[in-house]
């Protein structure tokens, strides 16, 4: 797993002109304006500014929209709720690729196309975000509903000041994958976006590989600055996504 990093890593500091020699993991030379290159070639600003507005977006919509699914199906009781959290189970076996017409088609009739809620909306809630918010919730001792119920709480009142504050790790988990996922998404931002000024980090990177050939030393050194703020979060939450994965995976 730290090999093809490595390999990114090295091939992103390695003069164009031994492109061409045999492949080494340990770098033997550093031409870091590779990295100044890459960033010039394109408007790469912009890029990080959509696709951080983009991230921001679908995670928030993500960790409150599905916490609030989530919680409606560990805590409410209503007719049809297994029958209905089975099928938002069933869309998680639907590829993507057999919504994405009738996805851009609504995209369309809404007048969304190049904007932020195009590349936001569709991606604010998931059957997996529910699922896993479920699986924590279920371990939550529901004598603490009780008690708030006693006080007064409503039932909003009780998912915003008694199970959230108590779903740090979940919380953390979800917000890490909304976040890997919708930072590496590639294909949505394509369909949905024709203006050069919405483009997207990954769609920026695209720009490096042509038709008669792929400038791989940029492509590199541009891939390598793409994928530190994901890792960077993901070291930041590693220890809420370990807990919550030992929490929600001994339970079915």
Not at 55 to 80: D, E, H, K, M
């Amino acid at each position: 797993m730290v090999i093809p990093f490595l390999w990114m890593l090295t091939l992103s500091l390695k003069p164009v002109s031994l492109l061409h020699q045999a492949p080494y993991l340990i770098p033997t030379s550093f031409e870091l304006s590779n990295y100044a290159e890459a960033w010039d070639a394109a408007p790469f600003a912009r890029y990080y500014l959509n696709s951080a507005i983009m991230t921001g977006g679908i995670v928030a919509g993500q960790v409150i929209f599905s916490s609030l699914a989530a919680y409606a199906f560990a805590r409410l009781q209503f007719p049809g709720k297994e029958l209905l959290f089975l099928v938002f189970l069933g869309t998680m076996m639907v590829p993507f690729h057999v919504i994405l017409i009738p996805s851009y088609l609504i995209i369309d009739r809404l007048g969304w196309v190049d904007s932020y809620a195009a590349l936001i909306v569709p991606r604010m809630i998931s059957a997996f975000g529910i699922f896993l918010m479920r699986q924590y919730y279920q371990g939550i001792p529901r004598e603490l509903d009780e008690a708030a119920m006693i006080d007064g709480a409503g039932r909003l009142g009780i998912w915003w000041r008694i199970i959230m504050p108590l779903s740090g790790p979940g919380l953390a988990t979800l917000a890490i994958f909304a976040f890997m996922f919708a930072w590496n998404d590639f294909l949505w931002p394509l369909v949905v976006t024709n203006d050069p000024n919405m483009r997207t980090v990954q769609l920026g990177l695209a720009m490096f590989q042509g038709r008669y050939g792929t400038q791989w030393t940029l492509l590199m050194a541009g891939t390598v600055t793409a994928t530190l703020p994901t890792l960077l979060i993901f070291l930041i939450g590693q220890r809420w996504f370990i807990q919550s994965i030992a929490q929600t995976g001994m339970k079915g």
